[in-house]
T-cell receptor, first 112, second 105 residues
Framework: EAAVTQSPRSKVAVTGGKVTLSCHQT?????MYWYRQDTGHGLRLIHYSYVADSTEKGDIPDGYKASRPSQENFSLILELASLSQTAVYFC???????????FGPGTRLLVL | GQQVQQSPASLVLQEGENAELQCNFS?????LQWFYQSPGGSLVSLLS???GTKHTGRLTSTTVTKERRSSLHISSSQTTDSGTYLC???????FGTGTSLLVDP
């Protein structure tokens, strides 16, 4: 089974600060994704990538940047964190676009 | 954009009862996954079923693509089945808001 890890598992950030969330997968998957989940809502796609050094915008990319320096690593960057970005962030990976996605444990981000 | 509707929003069962969860989506699904989210928040893929019927353990998913609907049947529910069940469609996964299941002993 795919192994996807995320760091940190939780973080408190200040408004206007920079936040970097990291994701690492060990199963040689090409596709990686970042989602956010807000209380009472389903997950929404922020950014995704299907190859190293390239990222694509998802459904809600505003306020977020992504970086895929290698096949195994995918980061989500909040350059200027805002209160509205308080959420749980999930990273996922899949072997190819139509395949089953495997999720990391999530990162709880609180922006004060 | 794509939309996914799940019903019921919540469900309470006695242990041993069966559950039927529904998922309706706005466009033809080339990918359809059911996930379980534990009370602690972790997400686990249960089934990938873009069409037809699939079984795994006590779970059966039936997806009728042309009618844009999928169901998840849980047989002989257990207290450990409590949590939220999410349906998601498309290769970039558009999620529904889930069905919260509580199984009482």
């Amino acid at each position: 089974e795919a192994a996807v890890t995320q760091s940190p598992r939780s973080k408190v950030a200040v408004t206007g600060g920079k936040v970097t969330l990291s994701c690492h997968q060990t199963n040689n998957h090409d596709y990686m994704y970042w989602y956010r989940q807000d209380t009472g809502h389903g997950l929404r796609l922020i950014h995704y990538s299907y190859v190293a050094d390239s990222t694509e915008k998802g459904d809600i990319p505003d306020g977020y940047k992504a970086s895929r320096p290698s096949q195994e690593n995918f980061s989500l960057i909040l350059e200027l964190a805002s209160l509205s970005q308080t959420a749980v962030y999930f990273c996922a990976s899949s072997d190819w676009g139509q395949d089953t996605q495997y999720f990391g444990p999530g990162t709880r981000l609180l922006v004060l | 954009g794509q939309q996914v509707q799940q019903s019921p929003a919540s469900l309470v069962l006695q242990e041993g009862e069966n559950a039927e969860l529904q998922c309706n989506f706005s466009s033809t699904a080339t990918q359809l996954q059911w996930f379980y989210q534990s009370p602690g928040g972790s997400l686990v893929s249960l089934l990938s079923n873009p069409s037809g019927t699939k079984h795994t353990g006590r779970l059966t998913s039936t997806t009728v693509t042309k009618e844009r609907r999928s169901s998840l049947h849980i047989s002989s529910s257990q207290t450990t089945d409590s949590g939220t069940y999410l349906c998601a469609m498309g290769y970039k996964l558009t999620f529904g808001t889930g069905t919260s299941l509580l199984v009482d002993p």
